[in-house]
């Protein structure tokens, strides 16, 4: 067992409990209200959020079907990027067409999800050994194949990236 890795898991799960419990106090059209038409509304920040997860960790598939992969000398150098840029909220177009939202789900099918998505990190981490856990298995558009402690870091960079967008959102719709 991975005590860190689990307990990132965990954290992870919980901080986007916090965030859709925000957001559930909010009425259907402030969870839809977009600022621009190119711009995404709550609703969909929170569905890229789970999309972009279930992409990176290969559609959730069979734990017995990830495979190592080994990235370039290129991807390897892309991961502290990809990292900085979600650190410091640069905007950036979202690197795959899987990761974009299309406003459809609602909030509770979209916490379902997400909770599909920790829950099946969480089985995959408890079956990893301490060997086993520094596999590239994962997939990052840019960076590259990444490992499981590679994965929650970026994910807990983009939740955090996309909170403070929604905050943002929330300021703006609390007229409607």
């Excluded at 390897?76 to 640069?90: C, F």
Aim: charged share 20%; hydrophobic share 40%.
């Amino acid at each position: 067992m991975l005590v860190h890795l689990q307990h990132r898991c965990a954290e992870l799960h919980r901080r986007s409990l916090v965030l859709l419990d925000d957001v559930a106090a909010l009425s259907l059209a402030q969870l839809s209200f977009k600022p621009a038409p190119t711009e995404w509304s709550i609703l969909e920040v929170v569905q890229h959020l789970v999309l972009s997860e279930r992409s990176v960790m290969c559609g959730m598939p069979d734990l017995g079907a990830l495979i190592e992969r080994r990235p370039t000398l290129r991807q390897y150098m892309s991961y502290p990027v990809v990292l900085l840029v979600l650190g410091y909220s640069i905007p950036f177009r979202t690197p795959s067409p899987e990761m974009v939202p299309d406003g459809r789900p609602t909030l509770p099918e979209l916490r379902a999800q997400w909770a599909e998505n920790h829950r099946w990190l969480q089985r995959y981490i408890d079956s990893l050994t301490p060997r086993s856990a520094r596999r590239a298995v994962f997939y990052h558009p840019i960076a590259g194949p990444i490992s499981v402690r590679q994965t929650l870091t970026m994910a807990h960079l983009h939740l955090t990236t996309h909170t403070r967008q929604i905050e943002a959102l929330k300021q703006a719709v609390t007229t409607l």
